[in-house]
């Protein structure tokens, strides 16, 4: 299966270029950004729960393990299993809980994924803030990376503070400078991430510096 990636247009490229010449030469220096979508709301959700506080590596692999272990994960594959079988593919019982716990209000109608996909950023990410092991942070990634929406901008992500910090030489990024960033990048906010996560990688040319205190960072 092909991959599929956030689409975002050369009108939104220009858009954050004309708004804003930092970070319109940051968008130079890194140019097109390939991101992975997940387009499946449903395995998202499970894929997000699964890697929180592990590597992207061990992710990976257990994500593997499930699939060998369920095959197509969907809420009727989650539920045919116990806690301890998704436990046995490298998750934790809390985990196990919570995929188990999304996957029961899927098939008794008490979550609609279809209403989340038409809902507004706010709307949806305090919707999917309700499930089990869903926060604010992890909403917003499923909105990008699963939805494609075009205005998420993250505070709560360590990534797009280093990449402000990297771009605009900041040594601290507070909810107020951060606010006038977001005011002046939407309506691409998403767009905006992709470019702040590829500088803050610390491989983009003329981009290697943190200005951050080196305790704080």
Same mark, same amino acid.
């Given at each position: 299966?092909?991959?599929?990636?956030?689409?975002?247009?050369?009108?939104?490229?220009?858009?954050?270029?004309?708004?804003?010449?930092?970070?319109?030469?940051?968008?130079?220096?890194?140019?097109?950004?390939?991101?992975?979508?997940?387009?499946?709301?449903?395995?998202?959700?499970? !894929?997000?729960i699964? &890697?929180?506080?592990?590597s992207?590596?061990?992710?990976?692999?257990?994500?593997?393990?499930?699939? $060998?272990?369920? &095959?197509?994960?969907?809420? $009727?594959?989650?539920?045919? #299993?116990?806690?301890? %079988?998704?436990?046995?593919?490298?998750?934790?019982?809390?985990?196990?809980?919570?995929?188990?716990d999304?996957?029961?209000?899927?098939?008794?109608?008490?979550?609609?994924?279809?209403a989340?996909?038409?809902?507004?950023? #706010?709307?949806?990410?305090?919707?999917?803030?309700s499930?089990?092991?869903?926060g604010?942070?992890? #909403?917003?990634? *499923?909105?990008?990376?699963?939805?494609?929406?075009?205005?998420? *901008?993250?505070?709560?992500? *360590?990534?797009?503070?280093r990449?402000?910090?990297?771009?605009?030489? !900041?040594?601290?990024?507070?909810?107020?400078?951060?606010?006038?960033?977001?005011?002046?990048?939407?309506?691409?906010?998403?767009?905006?991430? *992709?470019?702040?996560?590829?500088?803050? !990688?610390?491989?983009?040319?003329?981009? %290697?510096?943190?200005?951050?205190?080196?305790?704080?960072?």
């Amino acid at each position: 299966m092909a991959s599929k990636y956030f689409e975002y247009s050369n009108e939104a490229v220009e858009f954050l270029k004309a708004k804003d010449a930092k970070l319109g030469a940051a968008i130079d220096a890194v140019g097109h950004v390939y991101r992975e979508l997940d387009d499946d709301l449903f395995s998202a959700v499970v !894929h997000t729960i699964i &890697g929180q506080q592990i590597s992207t590596a061990a992710q990976q692999t257990v994500w593997r393990r499930m699939q $060998e272990k369920l &095959g197509e994960i969907t809420p $009727e594959s989650i539920n045919d #299993a116990s806690v301890d %079988s998704l436990q046995s593919c490298g998750i934790t019982f809390r985990k196990a809980e919570y995929i188990k716990d999304f996957a029961a209000k899927i098939e008794a109608g008490e979550f609609d994924l279809d209403a989340v996909e038409r809902m507004s950023d #706010a709307e949806a990410i305090e919707a999917l803030c309700s499930l089990k092991g869903i926060g604010k942070w992890t #909403a917003e990634m *499923l909105l990008l990376f699963c939805l494609n929406r075009m205005d998420i *901008l993250s505070f709560g992500d *360590l990534g797009i503070h280093r990449g402000m910090r990297m771009v605009y030489h !900041h040594r601290k990024v507070t909810r107020q400078l951060f606010e006038k960033y977001r005011r002046r990048y939407s309506p691409y906010g998403s767009v905006a991430s *992709l470019y702040l996560w590829a500088i803050s !990688h610390m491989d983009v040319p003329g981009y %290697s510096r943190d200005y951050a205190p080196k305790k704080a960072r």
